[in-house]
Nanobody, 121 residues
Framework: QVQLVESGGGLVQAGGSLRLSCPAS????????MGWYRQTPGDERELVAT???????DYGDSVKGRFTINRDNTKSTVYLKMNSLKPEDTAIYHC???????????????WGQGTQVTVSS
C-alpha cells in the first residue's frame, strides 16, 4: 500500500516562507514524476510544480521565481520551498507521485490528503 503524507503547512505572513515535505512510503518498484498541486474551495486543482525522475522541473506561472521543487530519491521524498508568499497562495497543497508498484505493472498516480497553507496579508 503506497501512502503520501504531506507536512510543513501552516500560517505565515505575506512575504514569508514555508517548506513542504512529502515522503512516499510502502512497497513499490519505482517513482517517476513527483509534484505538488493546490486547490481552494470552488476552484480547479492548480499545478504548482513537478519534478521528473531525472530532476527536470516544471512550474505553474503564478509561482515561477518564488517556489522551488526538489526531490530526494534516497528518501522517496519531494519538497517544495515557498518564498515570498502572497495571500493568493492560500490553498490546500497536495503532493502526488507517479509510482510503478511492480516492474510488470503500469504506473499509477498517488495523492496525499493535503496540507493547509494560509498566508495572511
Amino acid at each position: 500500500q503506497v501512502q503520501l503524507v504531506e507536512s510543513g503547512g501552516g500560517l505565515v505572513q505575506a512575504g514569508g516562507s514555508l517548506r513542504l515535505s512529502c515522503p512516499a512510503s510502502g512497497t513499490f518498484f519505482s517513482i517517476n514524476a513527483m509534484g505538488w498541486y493546490r486547490q481552494t474551495p470552488g476552484d480547479e486543482r492548480e499545478l504548482v510544480a513537478t519534478v521528473d525522475s531525472g530532476g527536470s522541473t516544471d512550474y505553474g506561472d503564478s509561482v515561477k521565481g518564488r517556489f522551488t521543487i526538489n526531490r530526494d530519491n534516497t528518501k522517496s521524498t519531494v519538497y517544495l520551498k515557498m518564498n515570498s508568499l502572497k495571500p493568493e497562495d492560500t490553498a490546500i497543497y497536495h503532493c502526488f507521485a507517479r509510482i510503478r508498484p511492480r516492474a510488470w505493472v503500469v504506473s499509477n498516480d498517488y495523492w496525499g490528503q493535503g496540507t493547509q497553507v494560509t498566508v495572511s496579508s
